[in-house]
């Protein structure tokens, strides 16, 4: 077993929590996995996790290796990658996590010309609309709308991003449409739950930004969930434009309050602060800078 693939199985099991999960994000099987993290464990005289029938979790031990090996990896790829930059071509993976709704349109758009220019460049991009844990599950890039909270992550703006608030002509037909923010409370809104506080939405008024109190009889984790509710009359759902666009230009939708948008929230790609760049990563998020 070569040091490097099996310091490459232990991260990936350890981001899993799965050998299963672990080995198939890496295209081996579950034996071959299980077989390298034994014998990396051997190698360094020390239990690197504590296994039961239904989880796996890092030792103490486990952890502290986890810490120290990601750095490691990362650095022997971007060694690896600086001599294949140096062949003027980008090879190797890249594991991106990005939102669901974003990420399977506006973002495959901008991924494709990358990889038709580096064809030896494989990107496995996972959509969830929940901040995953970028290091711990195993990821190079992360896509992600709003601000960041996370010292220890770098981030680097793509593009800004207007947030609105959308109802469909037959609710307001029903309902009446509001005039003002504070009237939303008599109306029944659809809340985005991976938003920061999804119970008030922020508007501009008179210059100031305002927070008004929202509740009503649908949540999701999905913007794309909201925004095709709203659509289809049952309230009122506040949504990145991209989502709503669609049905905004097919007259399912109709904007409310575009006077008083708070202010554009960013979209950014996020990397953490200790990882040296691999070649390939630097070119993507320089592609994705200029695509957008």
């Not at 009237?183 to 008179?206: K, R, V």
């Amino acid at each position: 077993m070569d040091t490097i693939d099996g310091m490459r199985v232990f991260l990936a099991v350890a981001g899993q929590k799965s050998f299963t999960t672990g080995a198939k994000r890496l295209g081996i099987n579950t034996n071959l996995a299980s077989k390298y993290v034994r014998q990396l464990e051997k190698r360094l005289g020390a239990q690197l996790f504590n296994r039961t029938t239904r989880s796996v979790t890092l030792t103490e031990t486990g952890r502290a290796y986890f810490e120290r090996c990601a750095s490691l990896v990362d650095q022997f790829d971007e060694l690896e990658g600086l001599v294949k930059e140096q062949q003027s071509e980008l090879a190797g993976p890249i594991r991106i996590t990005a939102p669901t709704g974003f990420g399977s349109s506006h973002f495959v758009n901008a991924l494709r010309p990358f990889q038709l220019a580096h064809p030896k460049v494989s990107i496995d991009l996972h959509l969830s609309d929940q901040h995953i844990a970028i290091v711990e599950g195993g990821f190079d890039l992360a896509i992600r709308f709003g601000q960041l909270k996370d010292s220890t992550l770098i981030a680097r703006k793509l593009l800004n991003m207007r947030f609105v608030v959308v109802a469909s002509p037959e609710y307001l037909l029903r309902n009446g449409e509001p005039v003002h923010p504070n009237a939303l409370s008599t109306h029944n809104c659809l809340l985005q739950l991976a938003s920061a506080d999804p119970h008030h939405w922020e508007f501009c008024i008179e210059g100031q930004l305002k927070k008004f109190e929202v509740g009503g009889s649908f949540q999701a984790d999905s913007p794309r969930a909201v925004a095709h509710m709203a659509a289809g009359g049952l309230g009122i759902g506040r949504c990145p434009y991209y989502v709503v666009e669609p049905f905004l230009k097919n007259g399912e939708l109709k904007l409310l309050f575009e006077d008083k948008e708070a202010d554009e929230f960013s979209l950014y790609a996020i990397y953490p602060s200790n990882r040296h760049l691999t070649a390939r990563i630097r070119a993507l998020i320089d592609h994705l800078v200029e695509f957008f």
